[in-house]
């Protein structure tokens, strides 16, 4: 065990194949944290277990993004009292039963603390260690341990670190800070073991090193290689939730080129076989950062296939319908906004008050940022702009009410058929491109097509 803060020297256990011991000078390893006010609510449960008598530590994620200097998503305790005791201790209606079976007890902040509503509660995880695997996703039973024995469950490890808040001390059965320290992901023990009891991992191992910026360790890249094809086990939500996070990586090419090597692509990427990194990269610079959509956007108009490619993906990570109707639409119309300096309105218009003109307008400009033949990027650009002035525009002037309806065609007695569908298109065209102005106008040009036809 490594307990940083209190010597200079340690022997690091690597728990790696082949058990090597190595000596480091830990003084050199990052083992101070400051801990954000994010963290007090964690802090306080730690040291009310730790007044009771019980071991009590930040665990996982949170140790490793605190130590990175980086704000955790949220911050998890793990100790030694038993669920039932966690309980007890904090009072029934202050807790939340959340995973019975791991030994997981939600705790909520105190009432005082607590605004009207707030159930933000923090997961109190009871140290185990995990039987064995039988389905590739979970272990088939779990039983309450040691600290030690929690560290060695866990998957990656930078994720098998605590931290004592009151002692202030970093706890490391397994490597994790040295791993830290030089941005290597590796998993705890033998990696072809652990993921053939959770497969699920491989995938985790992907996102972190994205995430992070890591390199993944050899052994453990070489392992996910090997077990590549067993991805399948796991439910297409895990992998839609995995590769979501993977997409707003900040290392996403990274990412890809590691799914891409270890075969894991064929799987969790279904039908995009080839990328073409070059215009990737050139073009992903350009595109938004804070919804997955914008950079999946840009890989699936890169693809030679984006249509297909993007069913695929739908099926395979269930991606909800309205998720699936802003790519389609990007991928449809992102073309029509960089034409738009050359086409008629009655083209662009529609596009305009699509639902997802953001979504289309960001790939149209991640294209138009990134074209290298300079006369087109430069019509692409004009194009863009005058899309985004439109866009600006007040309602009535960017979708002005249509000048005739069906009712008025059936007022004027003529039999509804396909004819009215064709006749309002031709009318609403007209108007959007300024031929035509008023009701009057419109009634005399549809009388026209009707007698014409
Ligand atoms: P983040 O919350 O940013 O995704 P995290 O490391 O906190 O990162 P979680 O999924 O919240 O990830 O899991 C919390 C901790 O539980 C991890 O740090 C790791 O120690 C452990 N863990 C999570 N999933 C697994 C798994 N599939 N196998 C083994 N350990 C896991
Ligand atoms: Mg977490």
Request: aromatic share 8%; hydrophobic share 40%.
């Amino acid at each position: 065990m490594l307990v940083a803060c209190v010597v200079d020297y340690h022997t690091v256990r690597l728990l790696g194949s082949d058990q090597v011991s190595i000596e480091t000078r830990v003084s050199s390893i990052p083992n101070q944290i400051v801990l954000r006010p994010a963290a007090d609510e964690a802090v306080r449960i730690v040291a009310r277990l730790q007044e009771a008598g019980f071991t009590a530590y930040l665990a996982g994620g949170c140790v490793r993004d605190a130590l990175l200097g980086k704000d955790p998503k949220d911050y998890d305790v793990a100790t030694n009292a038993a669920p039932d005791m966690v309980r007890q201790i904090f009072g029934k209606s202050n807790t939340l039963a959340f995973g019975v079976s791991f030994g997981v007890i939600g705790v909520l902040p105190e009432r005082r603390g607590r605004k009207r509503g707030q159930r933000q509660a923090t997961e109190v995880a009871t140290f185990r260690s995990d039987g064995s695997y039988s389905d590739g996703r979970r272990p088939d039973s779990v039983s309450f341990g040691d600290p030690e024995e929690d560290a060695l469950r866990r998957d990656f490890t930078i994720n098998g670190l605590f931290y004592d808040p009151i002692e202030r001390c970093v706890i490391d059965f397994v490597g994790g800070q040295i791993d830290l320290f030089n941005g290597l992901l590796r998993t705890i023990g033998r990696a072809d073991d652990r993921f053939n009891e959770d497969r699920l991992r491989m995938l985790r191992a992907i996102r972190f090193s994205a995430t992070l910026g890591f390199q993944i360790d050899p052994d453990t890249e070489a392992a996910i290689g090997q077990h590549a094809e067993a991805i399948t086990v796991v439910s297409g939500e895990r992998i839609g939730a995995e590769m979501r996070r993977v997409l707003l990586a900040p290392h996403l090419l990274d990412g890809l080129r590691s799914l891409i090597r270890t075969n894991l692509a064929e799987t969790v990427l279904p039908d995009l076989p080839t990328l073409d990194f070059d215009n990737l990269t050139a073009r992903l610079a350009f595109c938004r950062k804070d919804d997955f959509r914008f950079p999946l956007a840009v890989i699936l108009a890169t693809a030679e296939k984006s249509m297909q490619s993007l069913r695929s993906l739908a099926k395979s990570w269930r991606l909800a319908n309205d998720e699936v109707r802003s790519l389609r639409s990007s991928l449809e119309s992102h073309a029509t906004v960089l034409g738009f300096a050359d086409s008629p309105w009655s083209k662009t218009q529609p596009v305009m008050i699509d639902r997802d003109v953001e979504h289309i307008m960001d790939l149209a400009s991640c294209l138009a940022a990134s074209e290298p033949e300079p006369e087109l990027k430069k019509r692409f650009l004009e194009s863009l702009e005058k899309a985004e002035r439109v866009l600006q525009w007040p309602e009535e002037r960017l979708n002005p009410q249509p000048l005739i309806g069906g009712d008025d065609l059936r007022s004027l007695g003529f039999e509804p058929g396909p004819m009215y569908a064709r006749v309002l298109q031709g009318i609403r065209d007209a108007q959007l491109n300024g031929y035509l102005h008023t009701k009057e106008d419109a009634t005399a040009w549809a009388i026209r097509k009707f007698q014409q036809d």
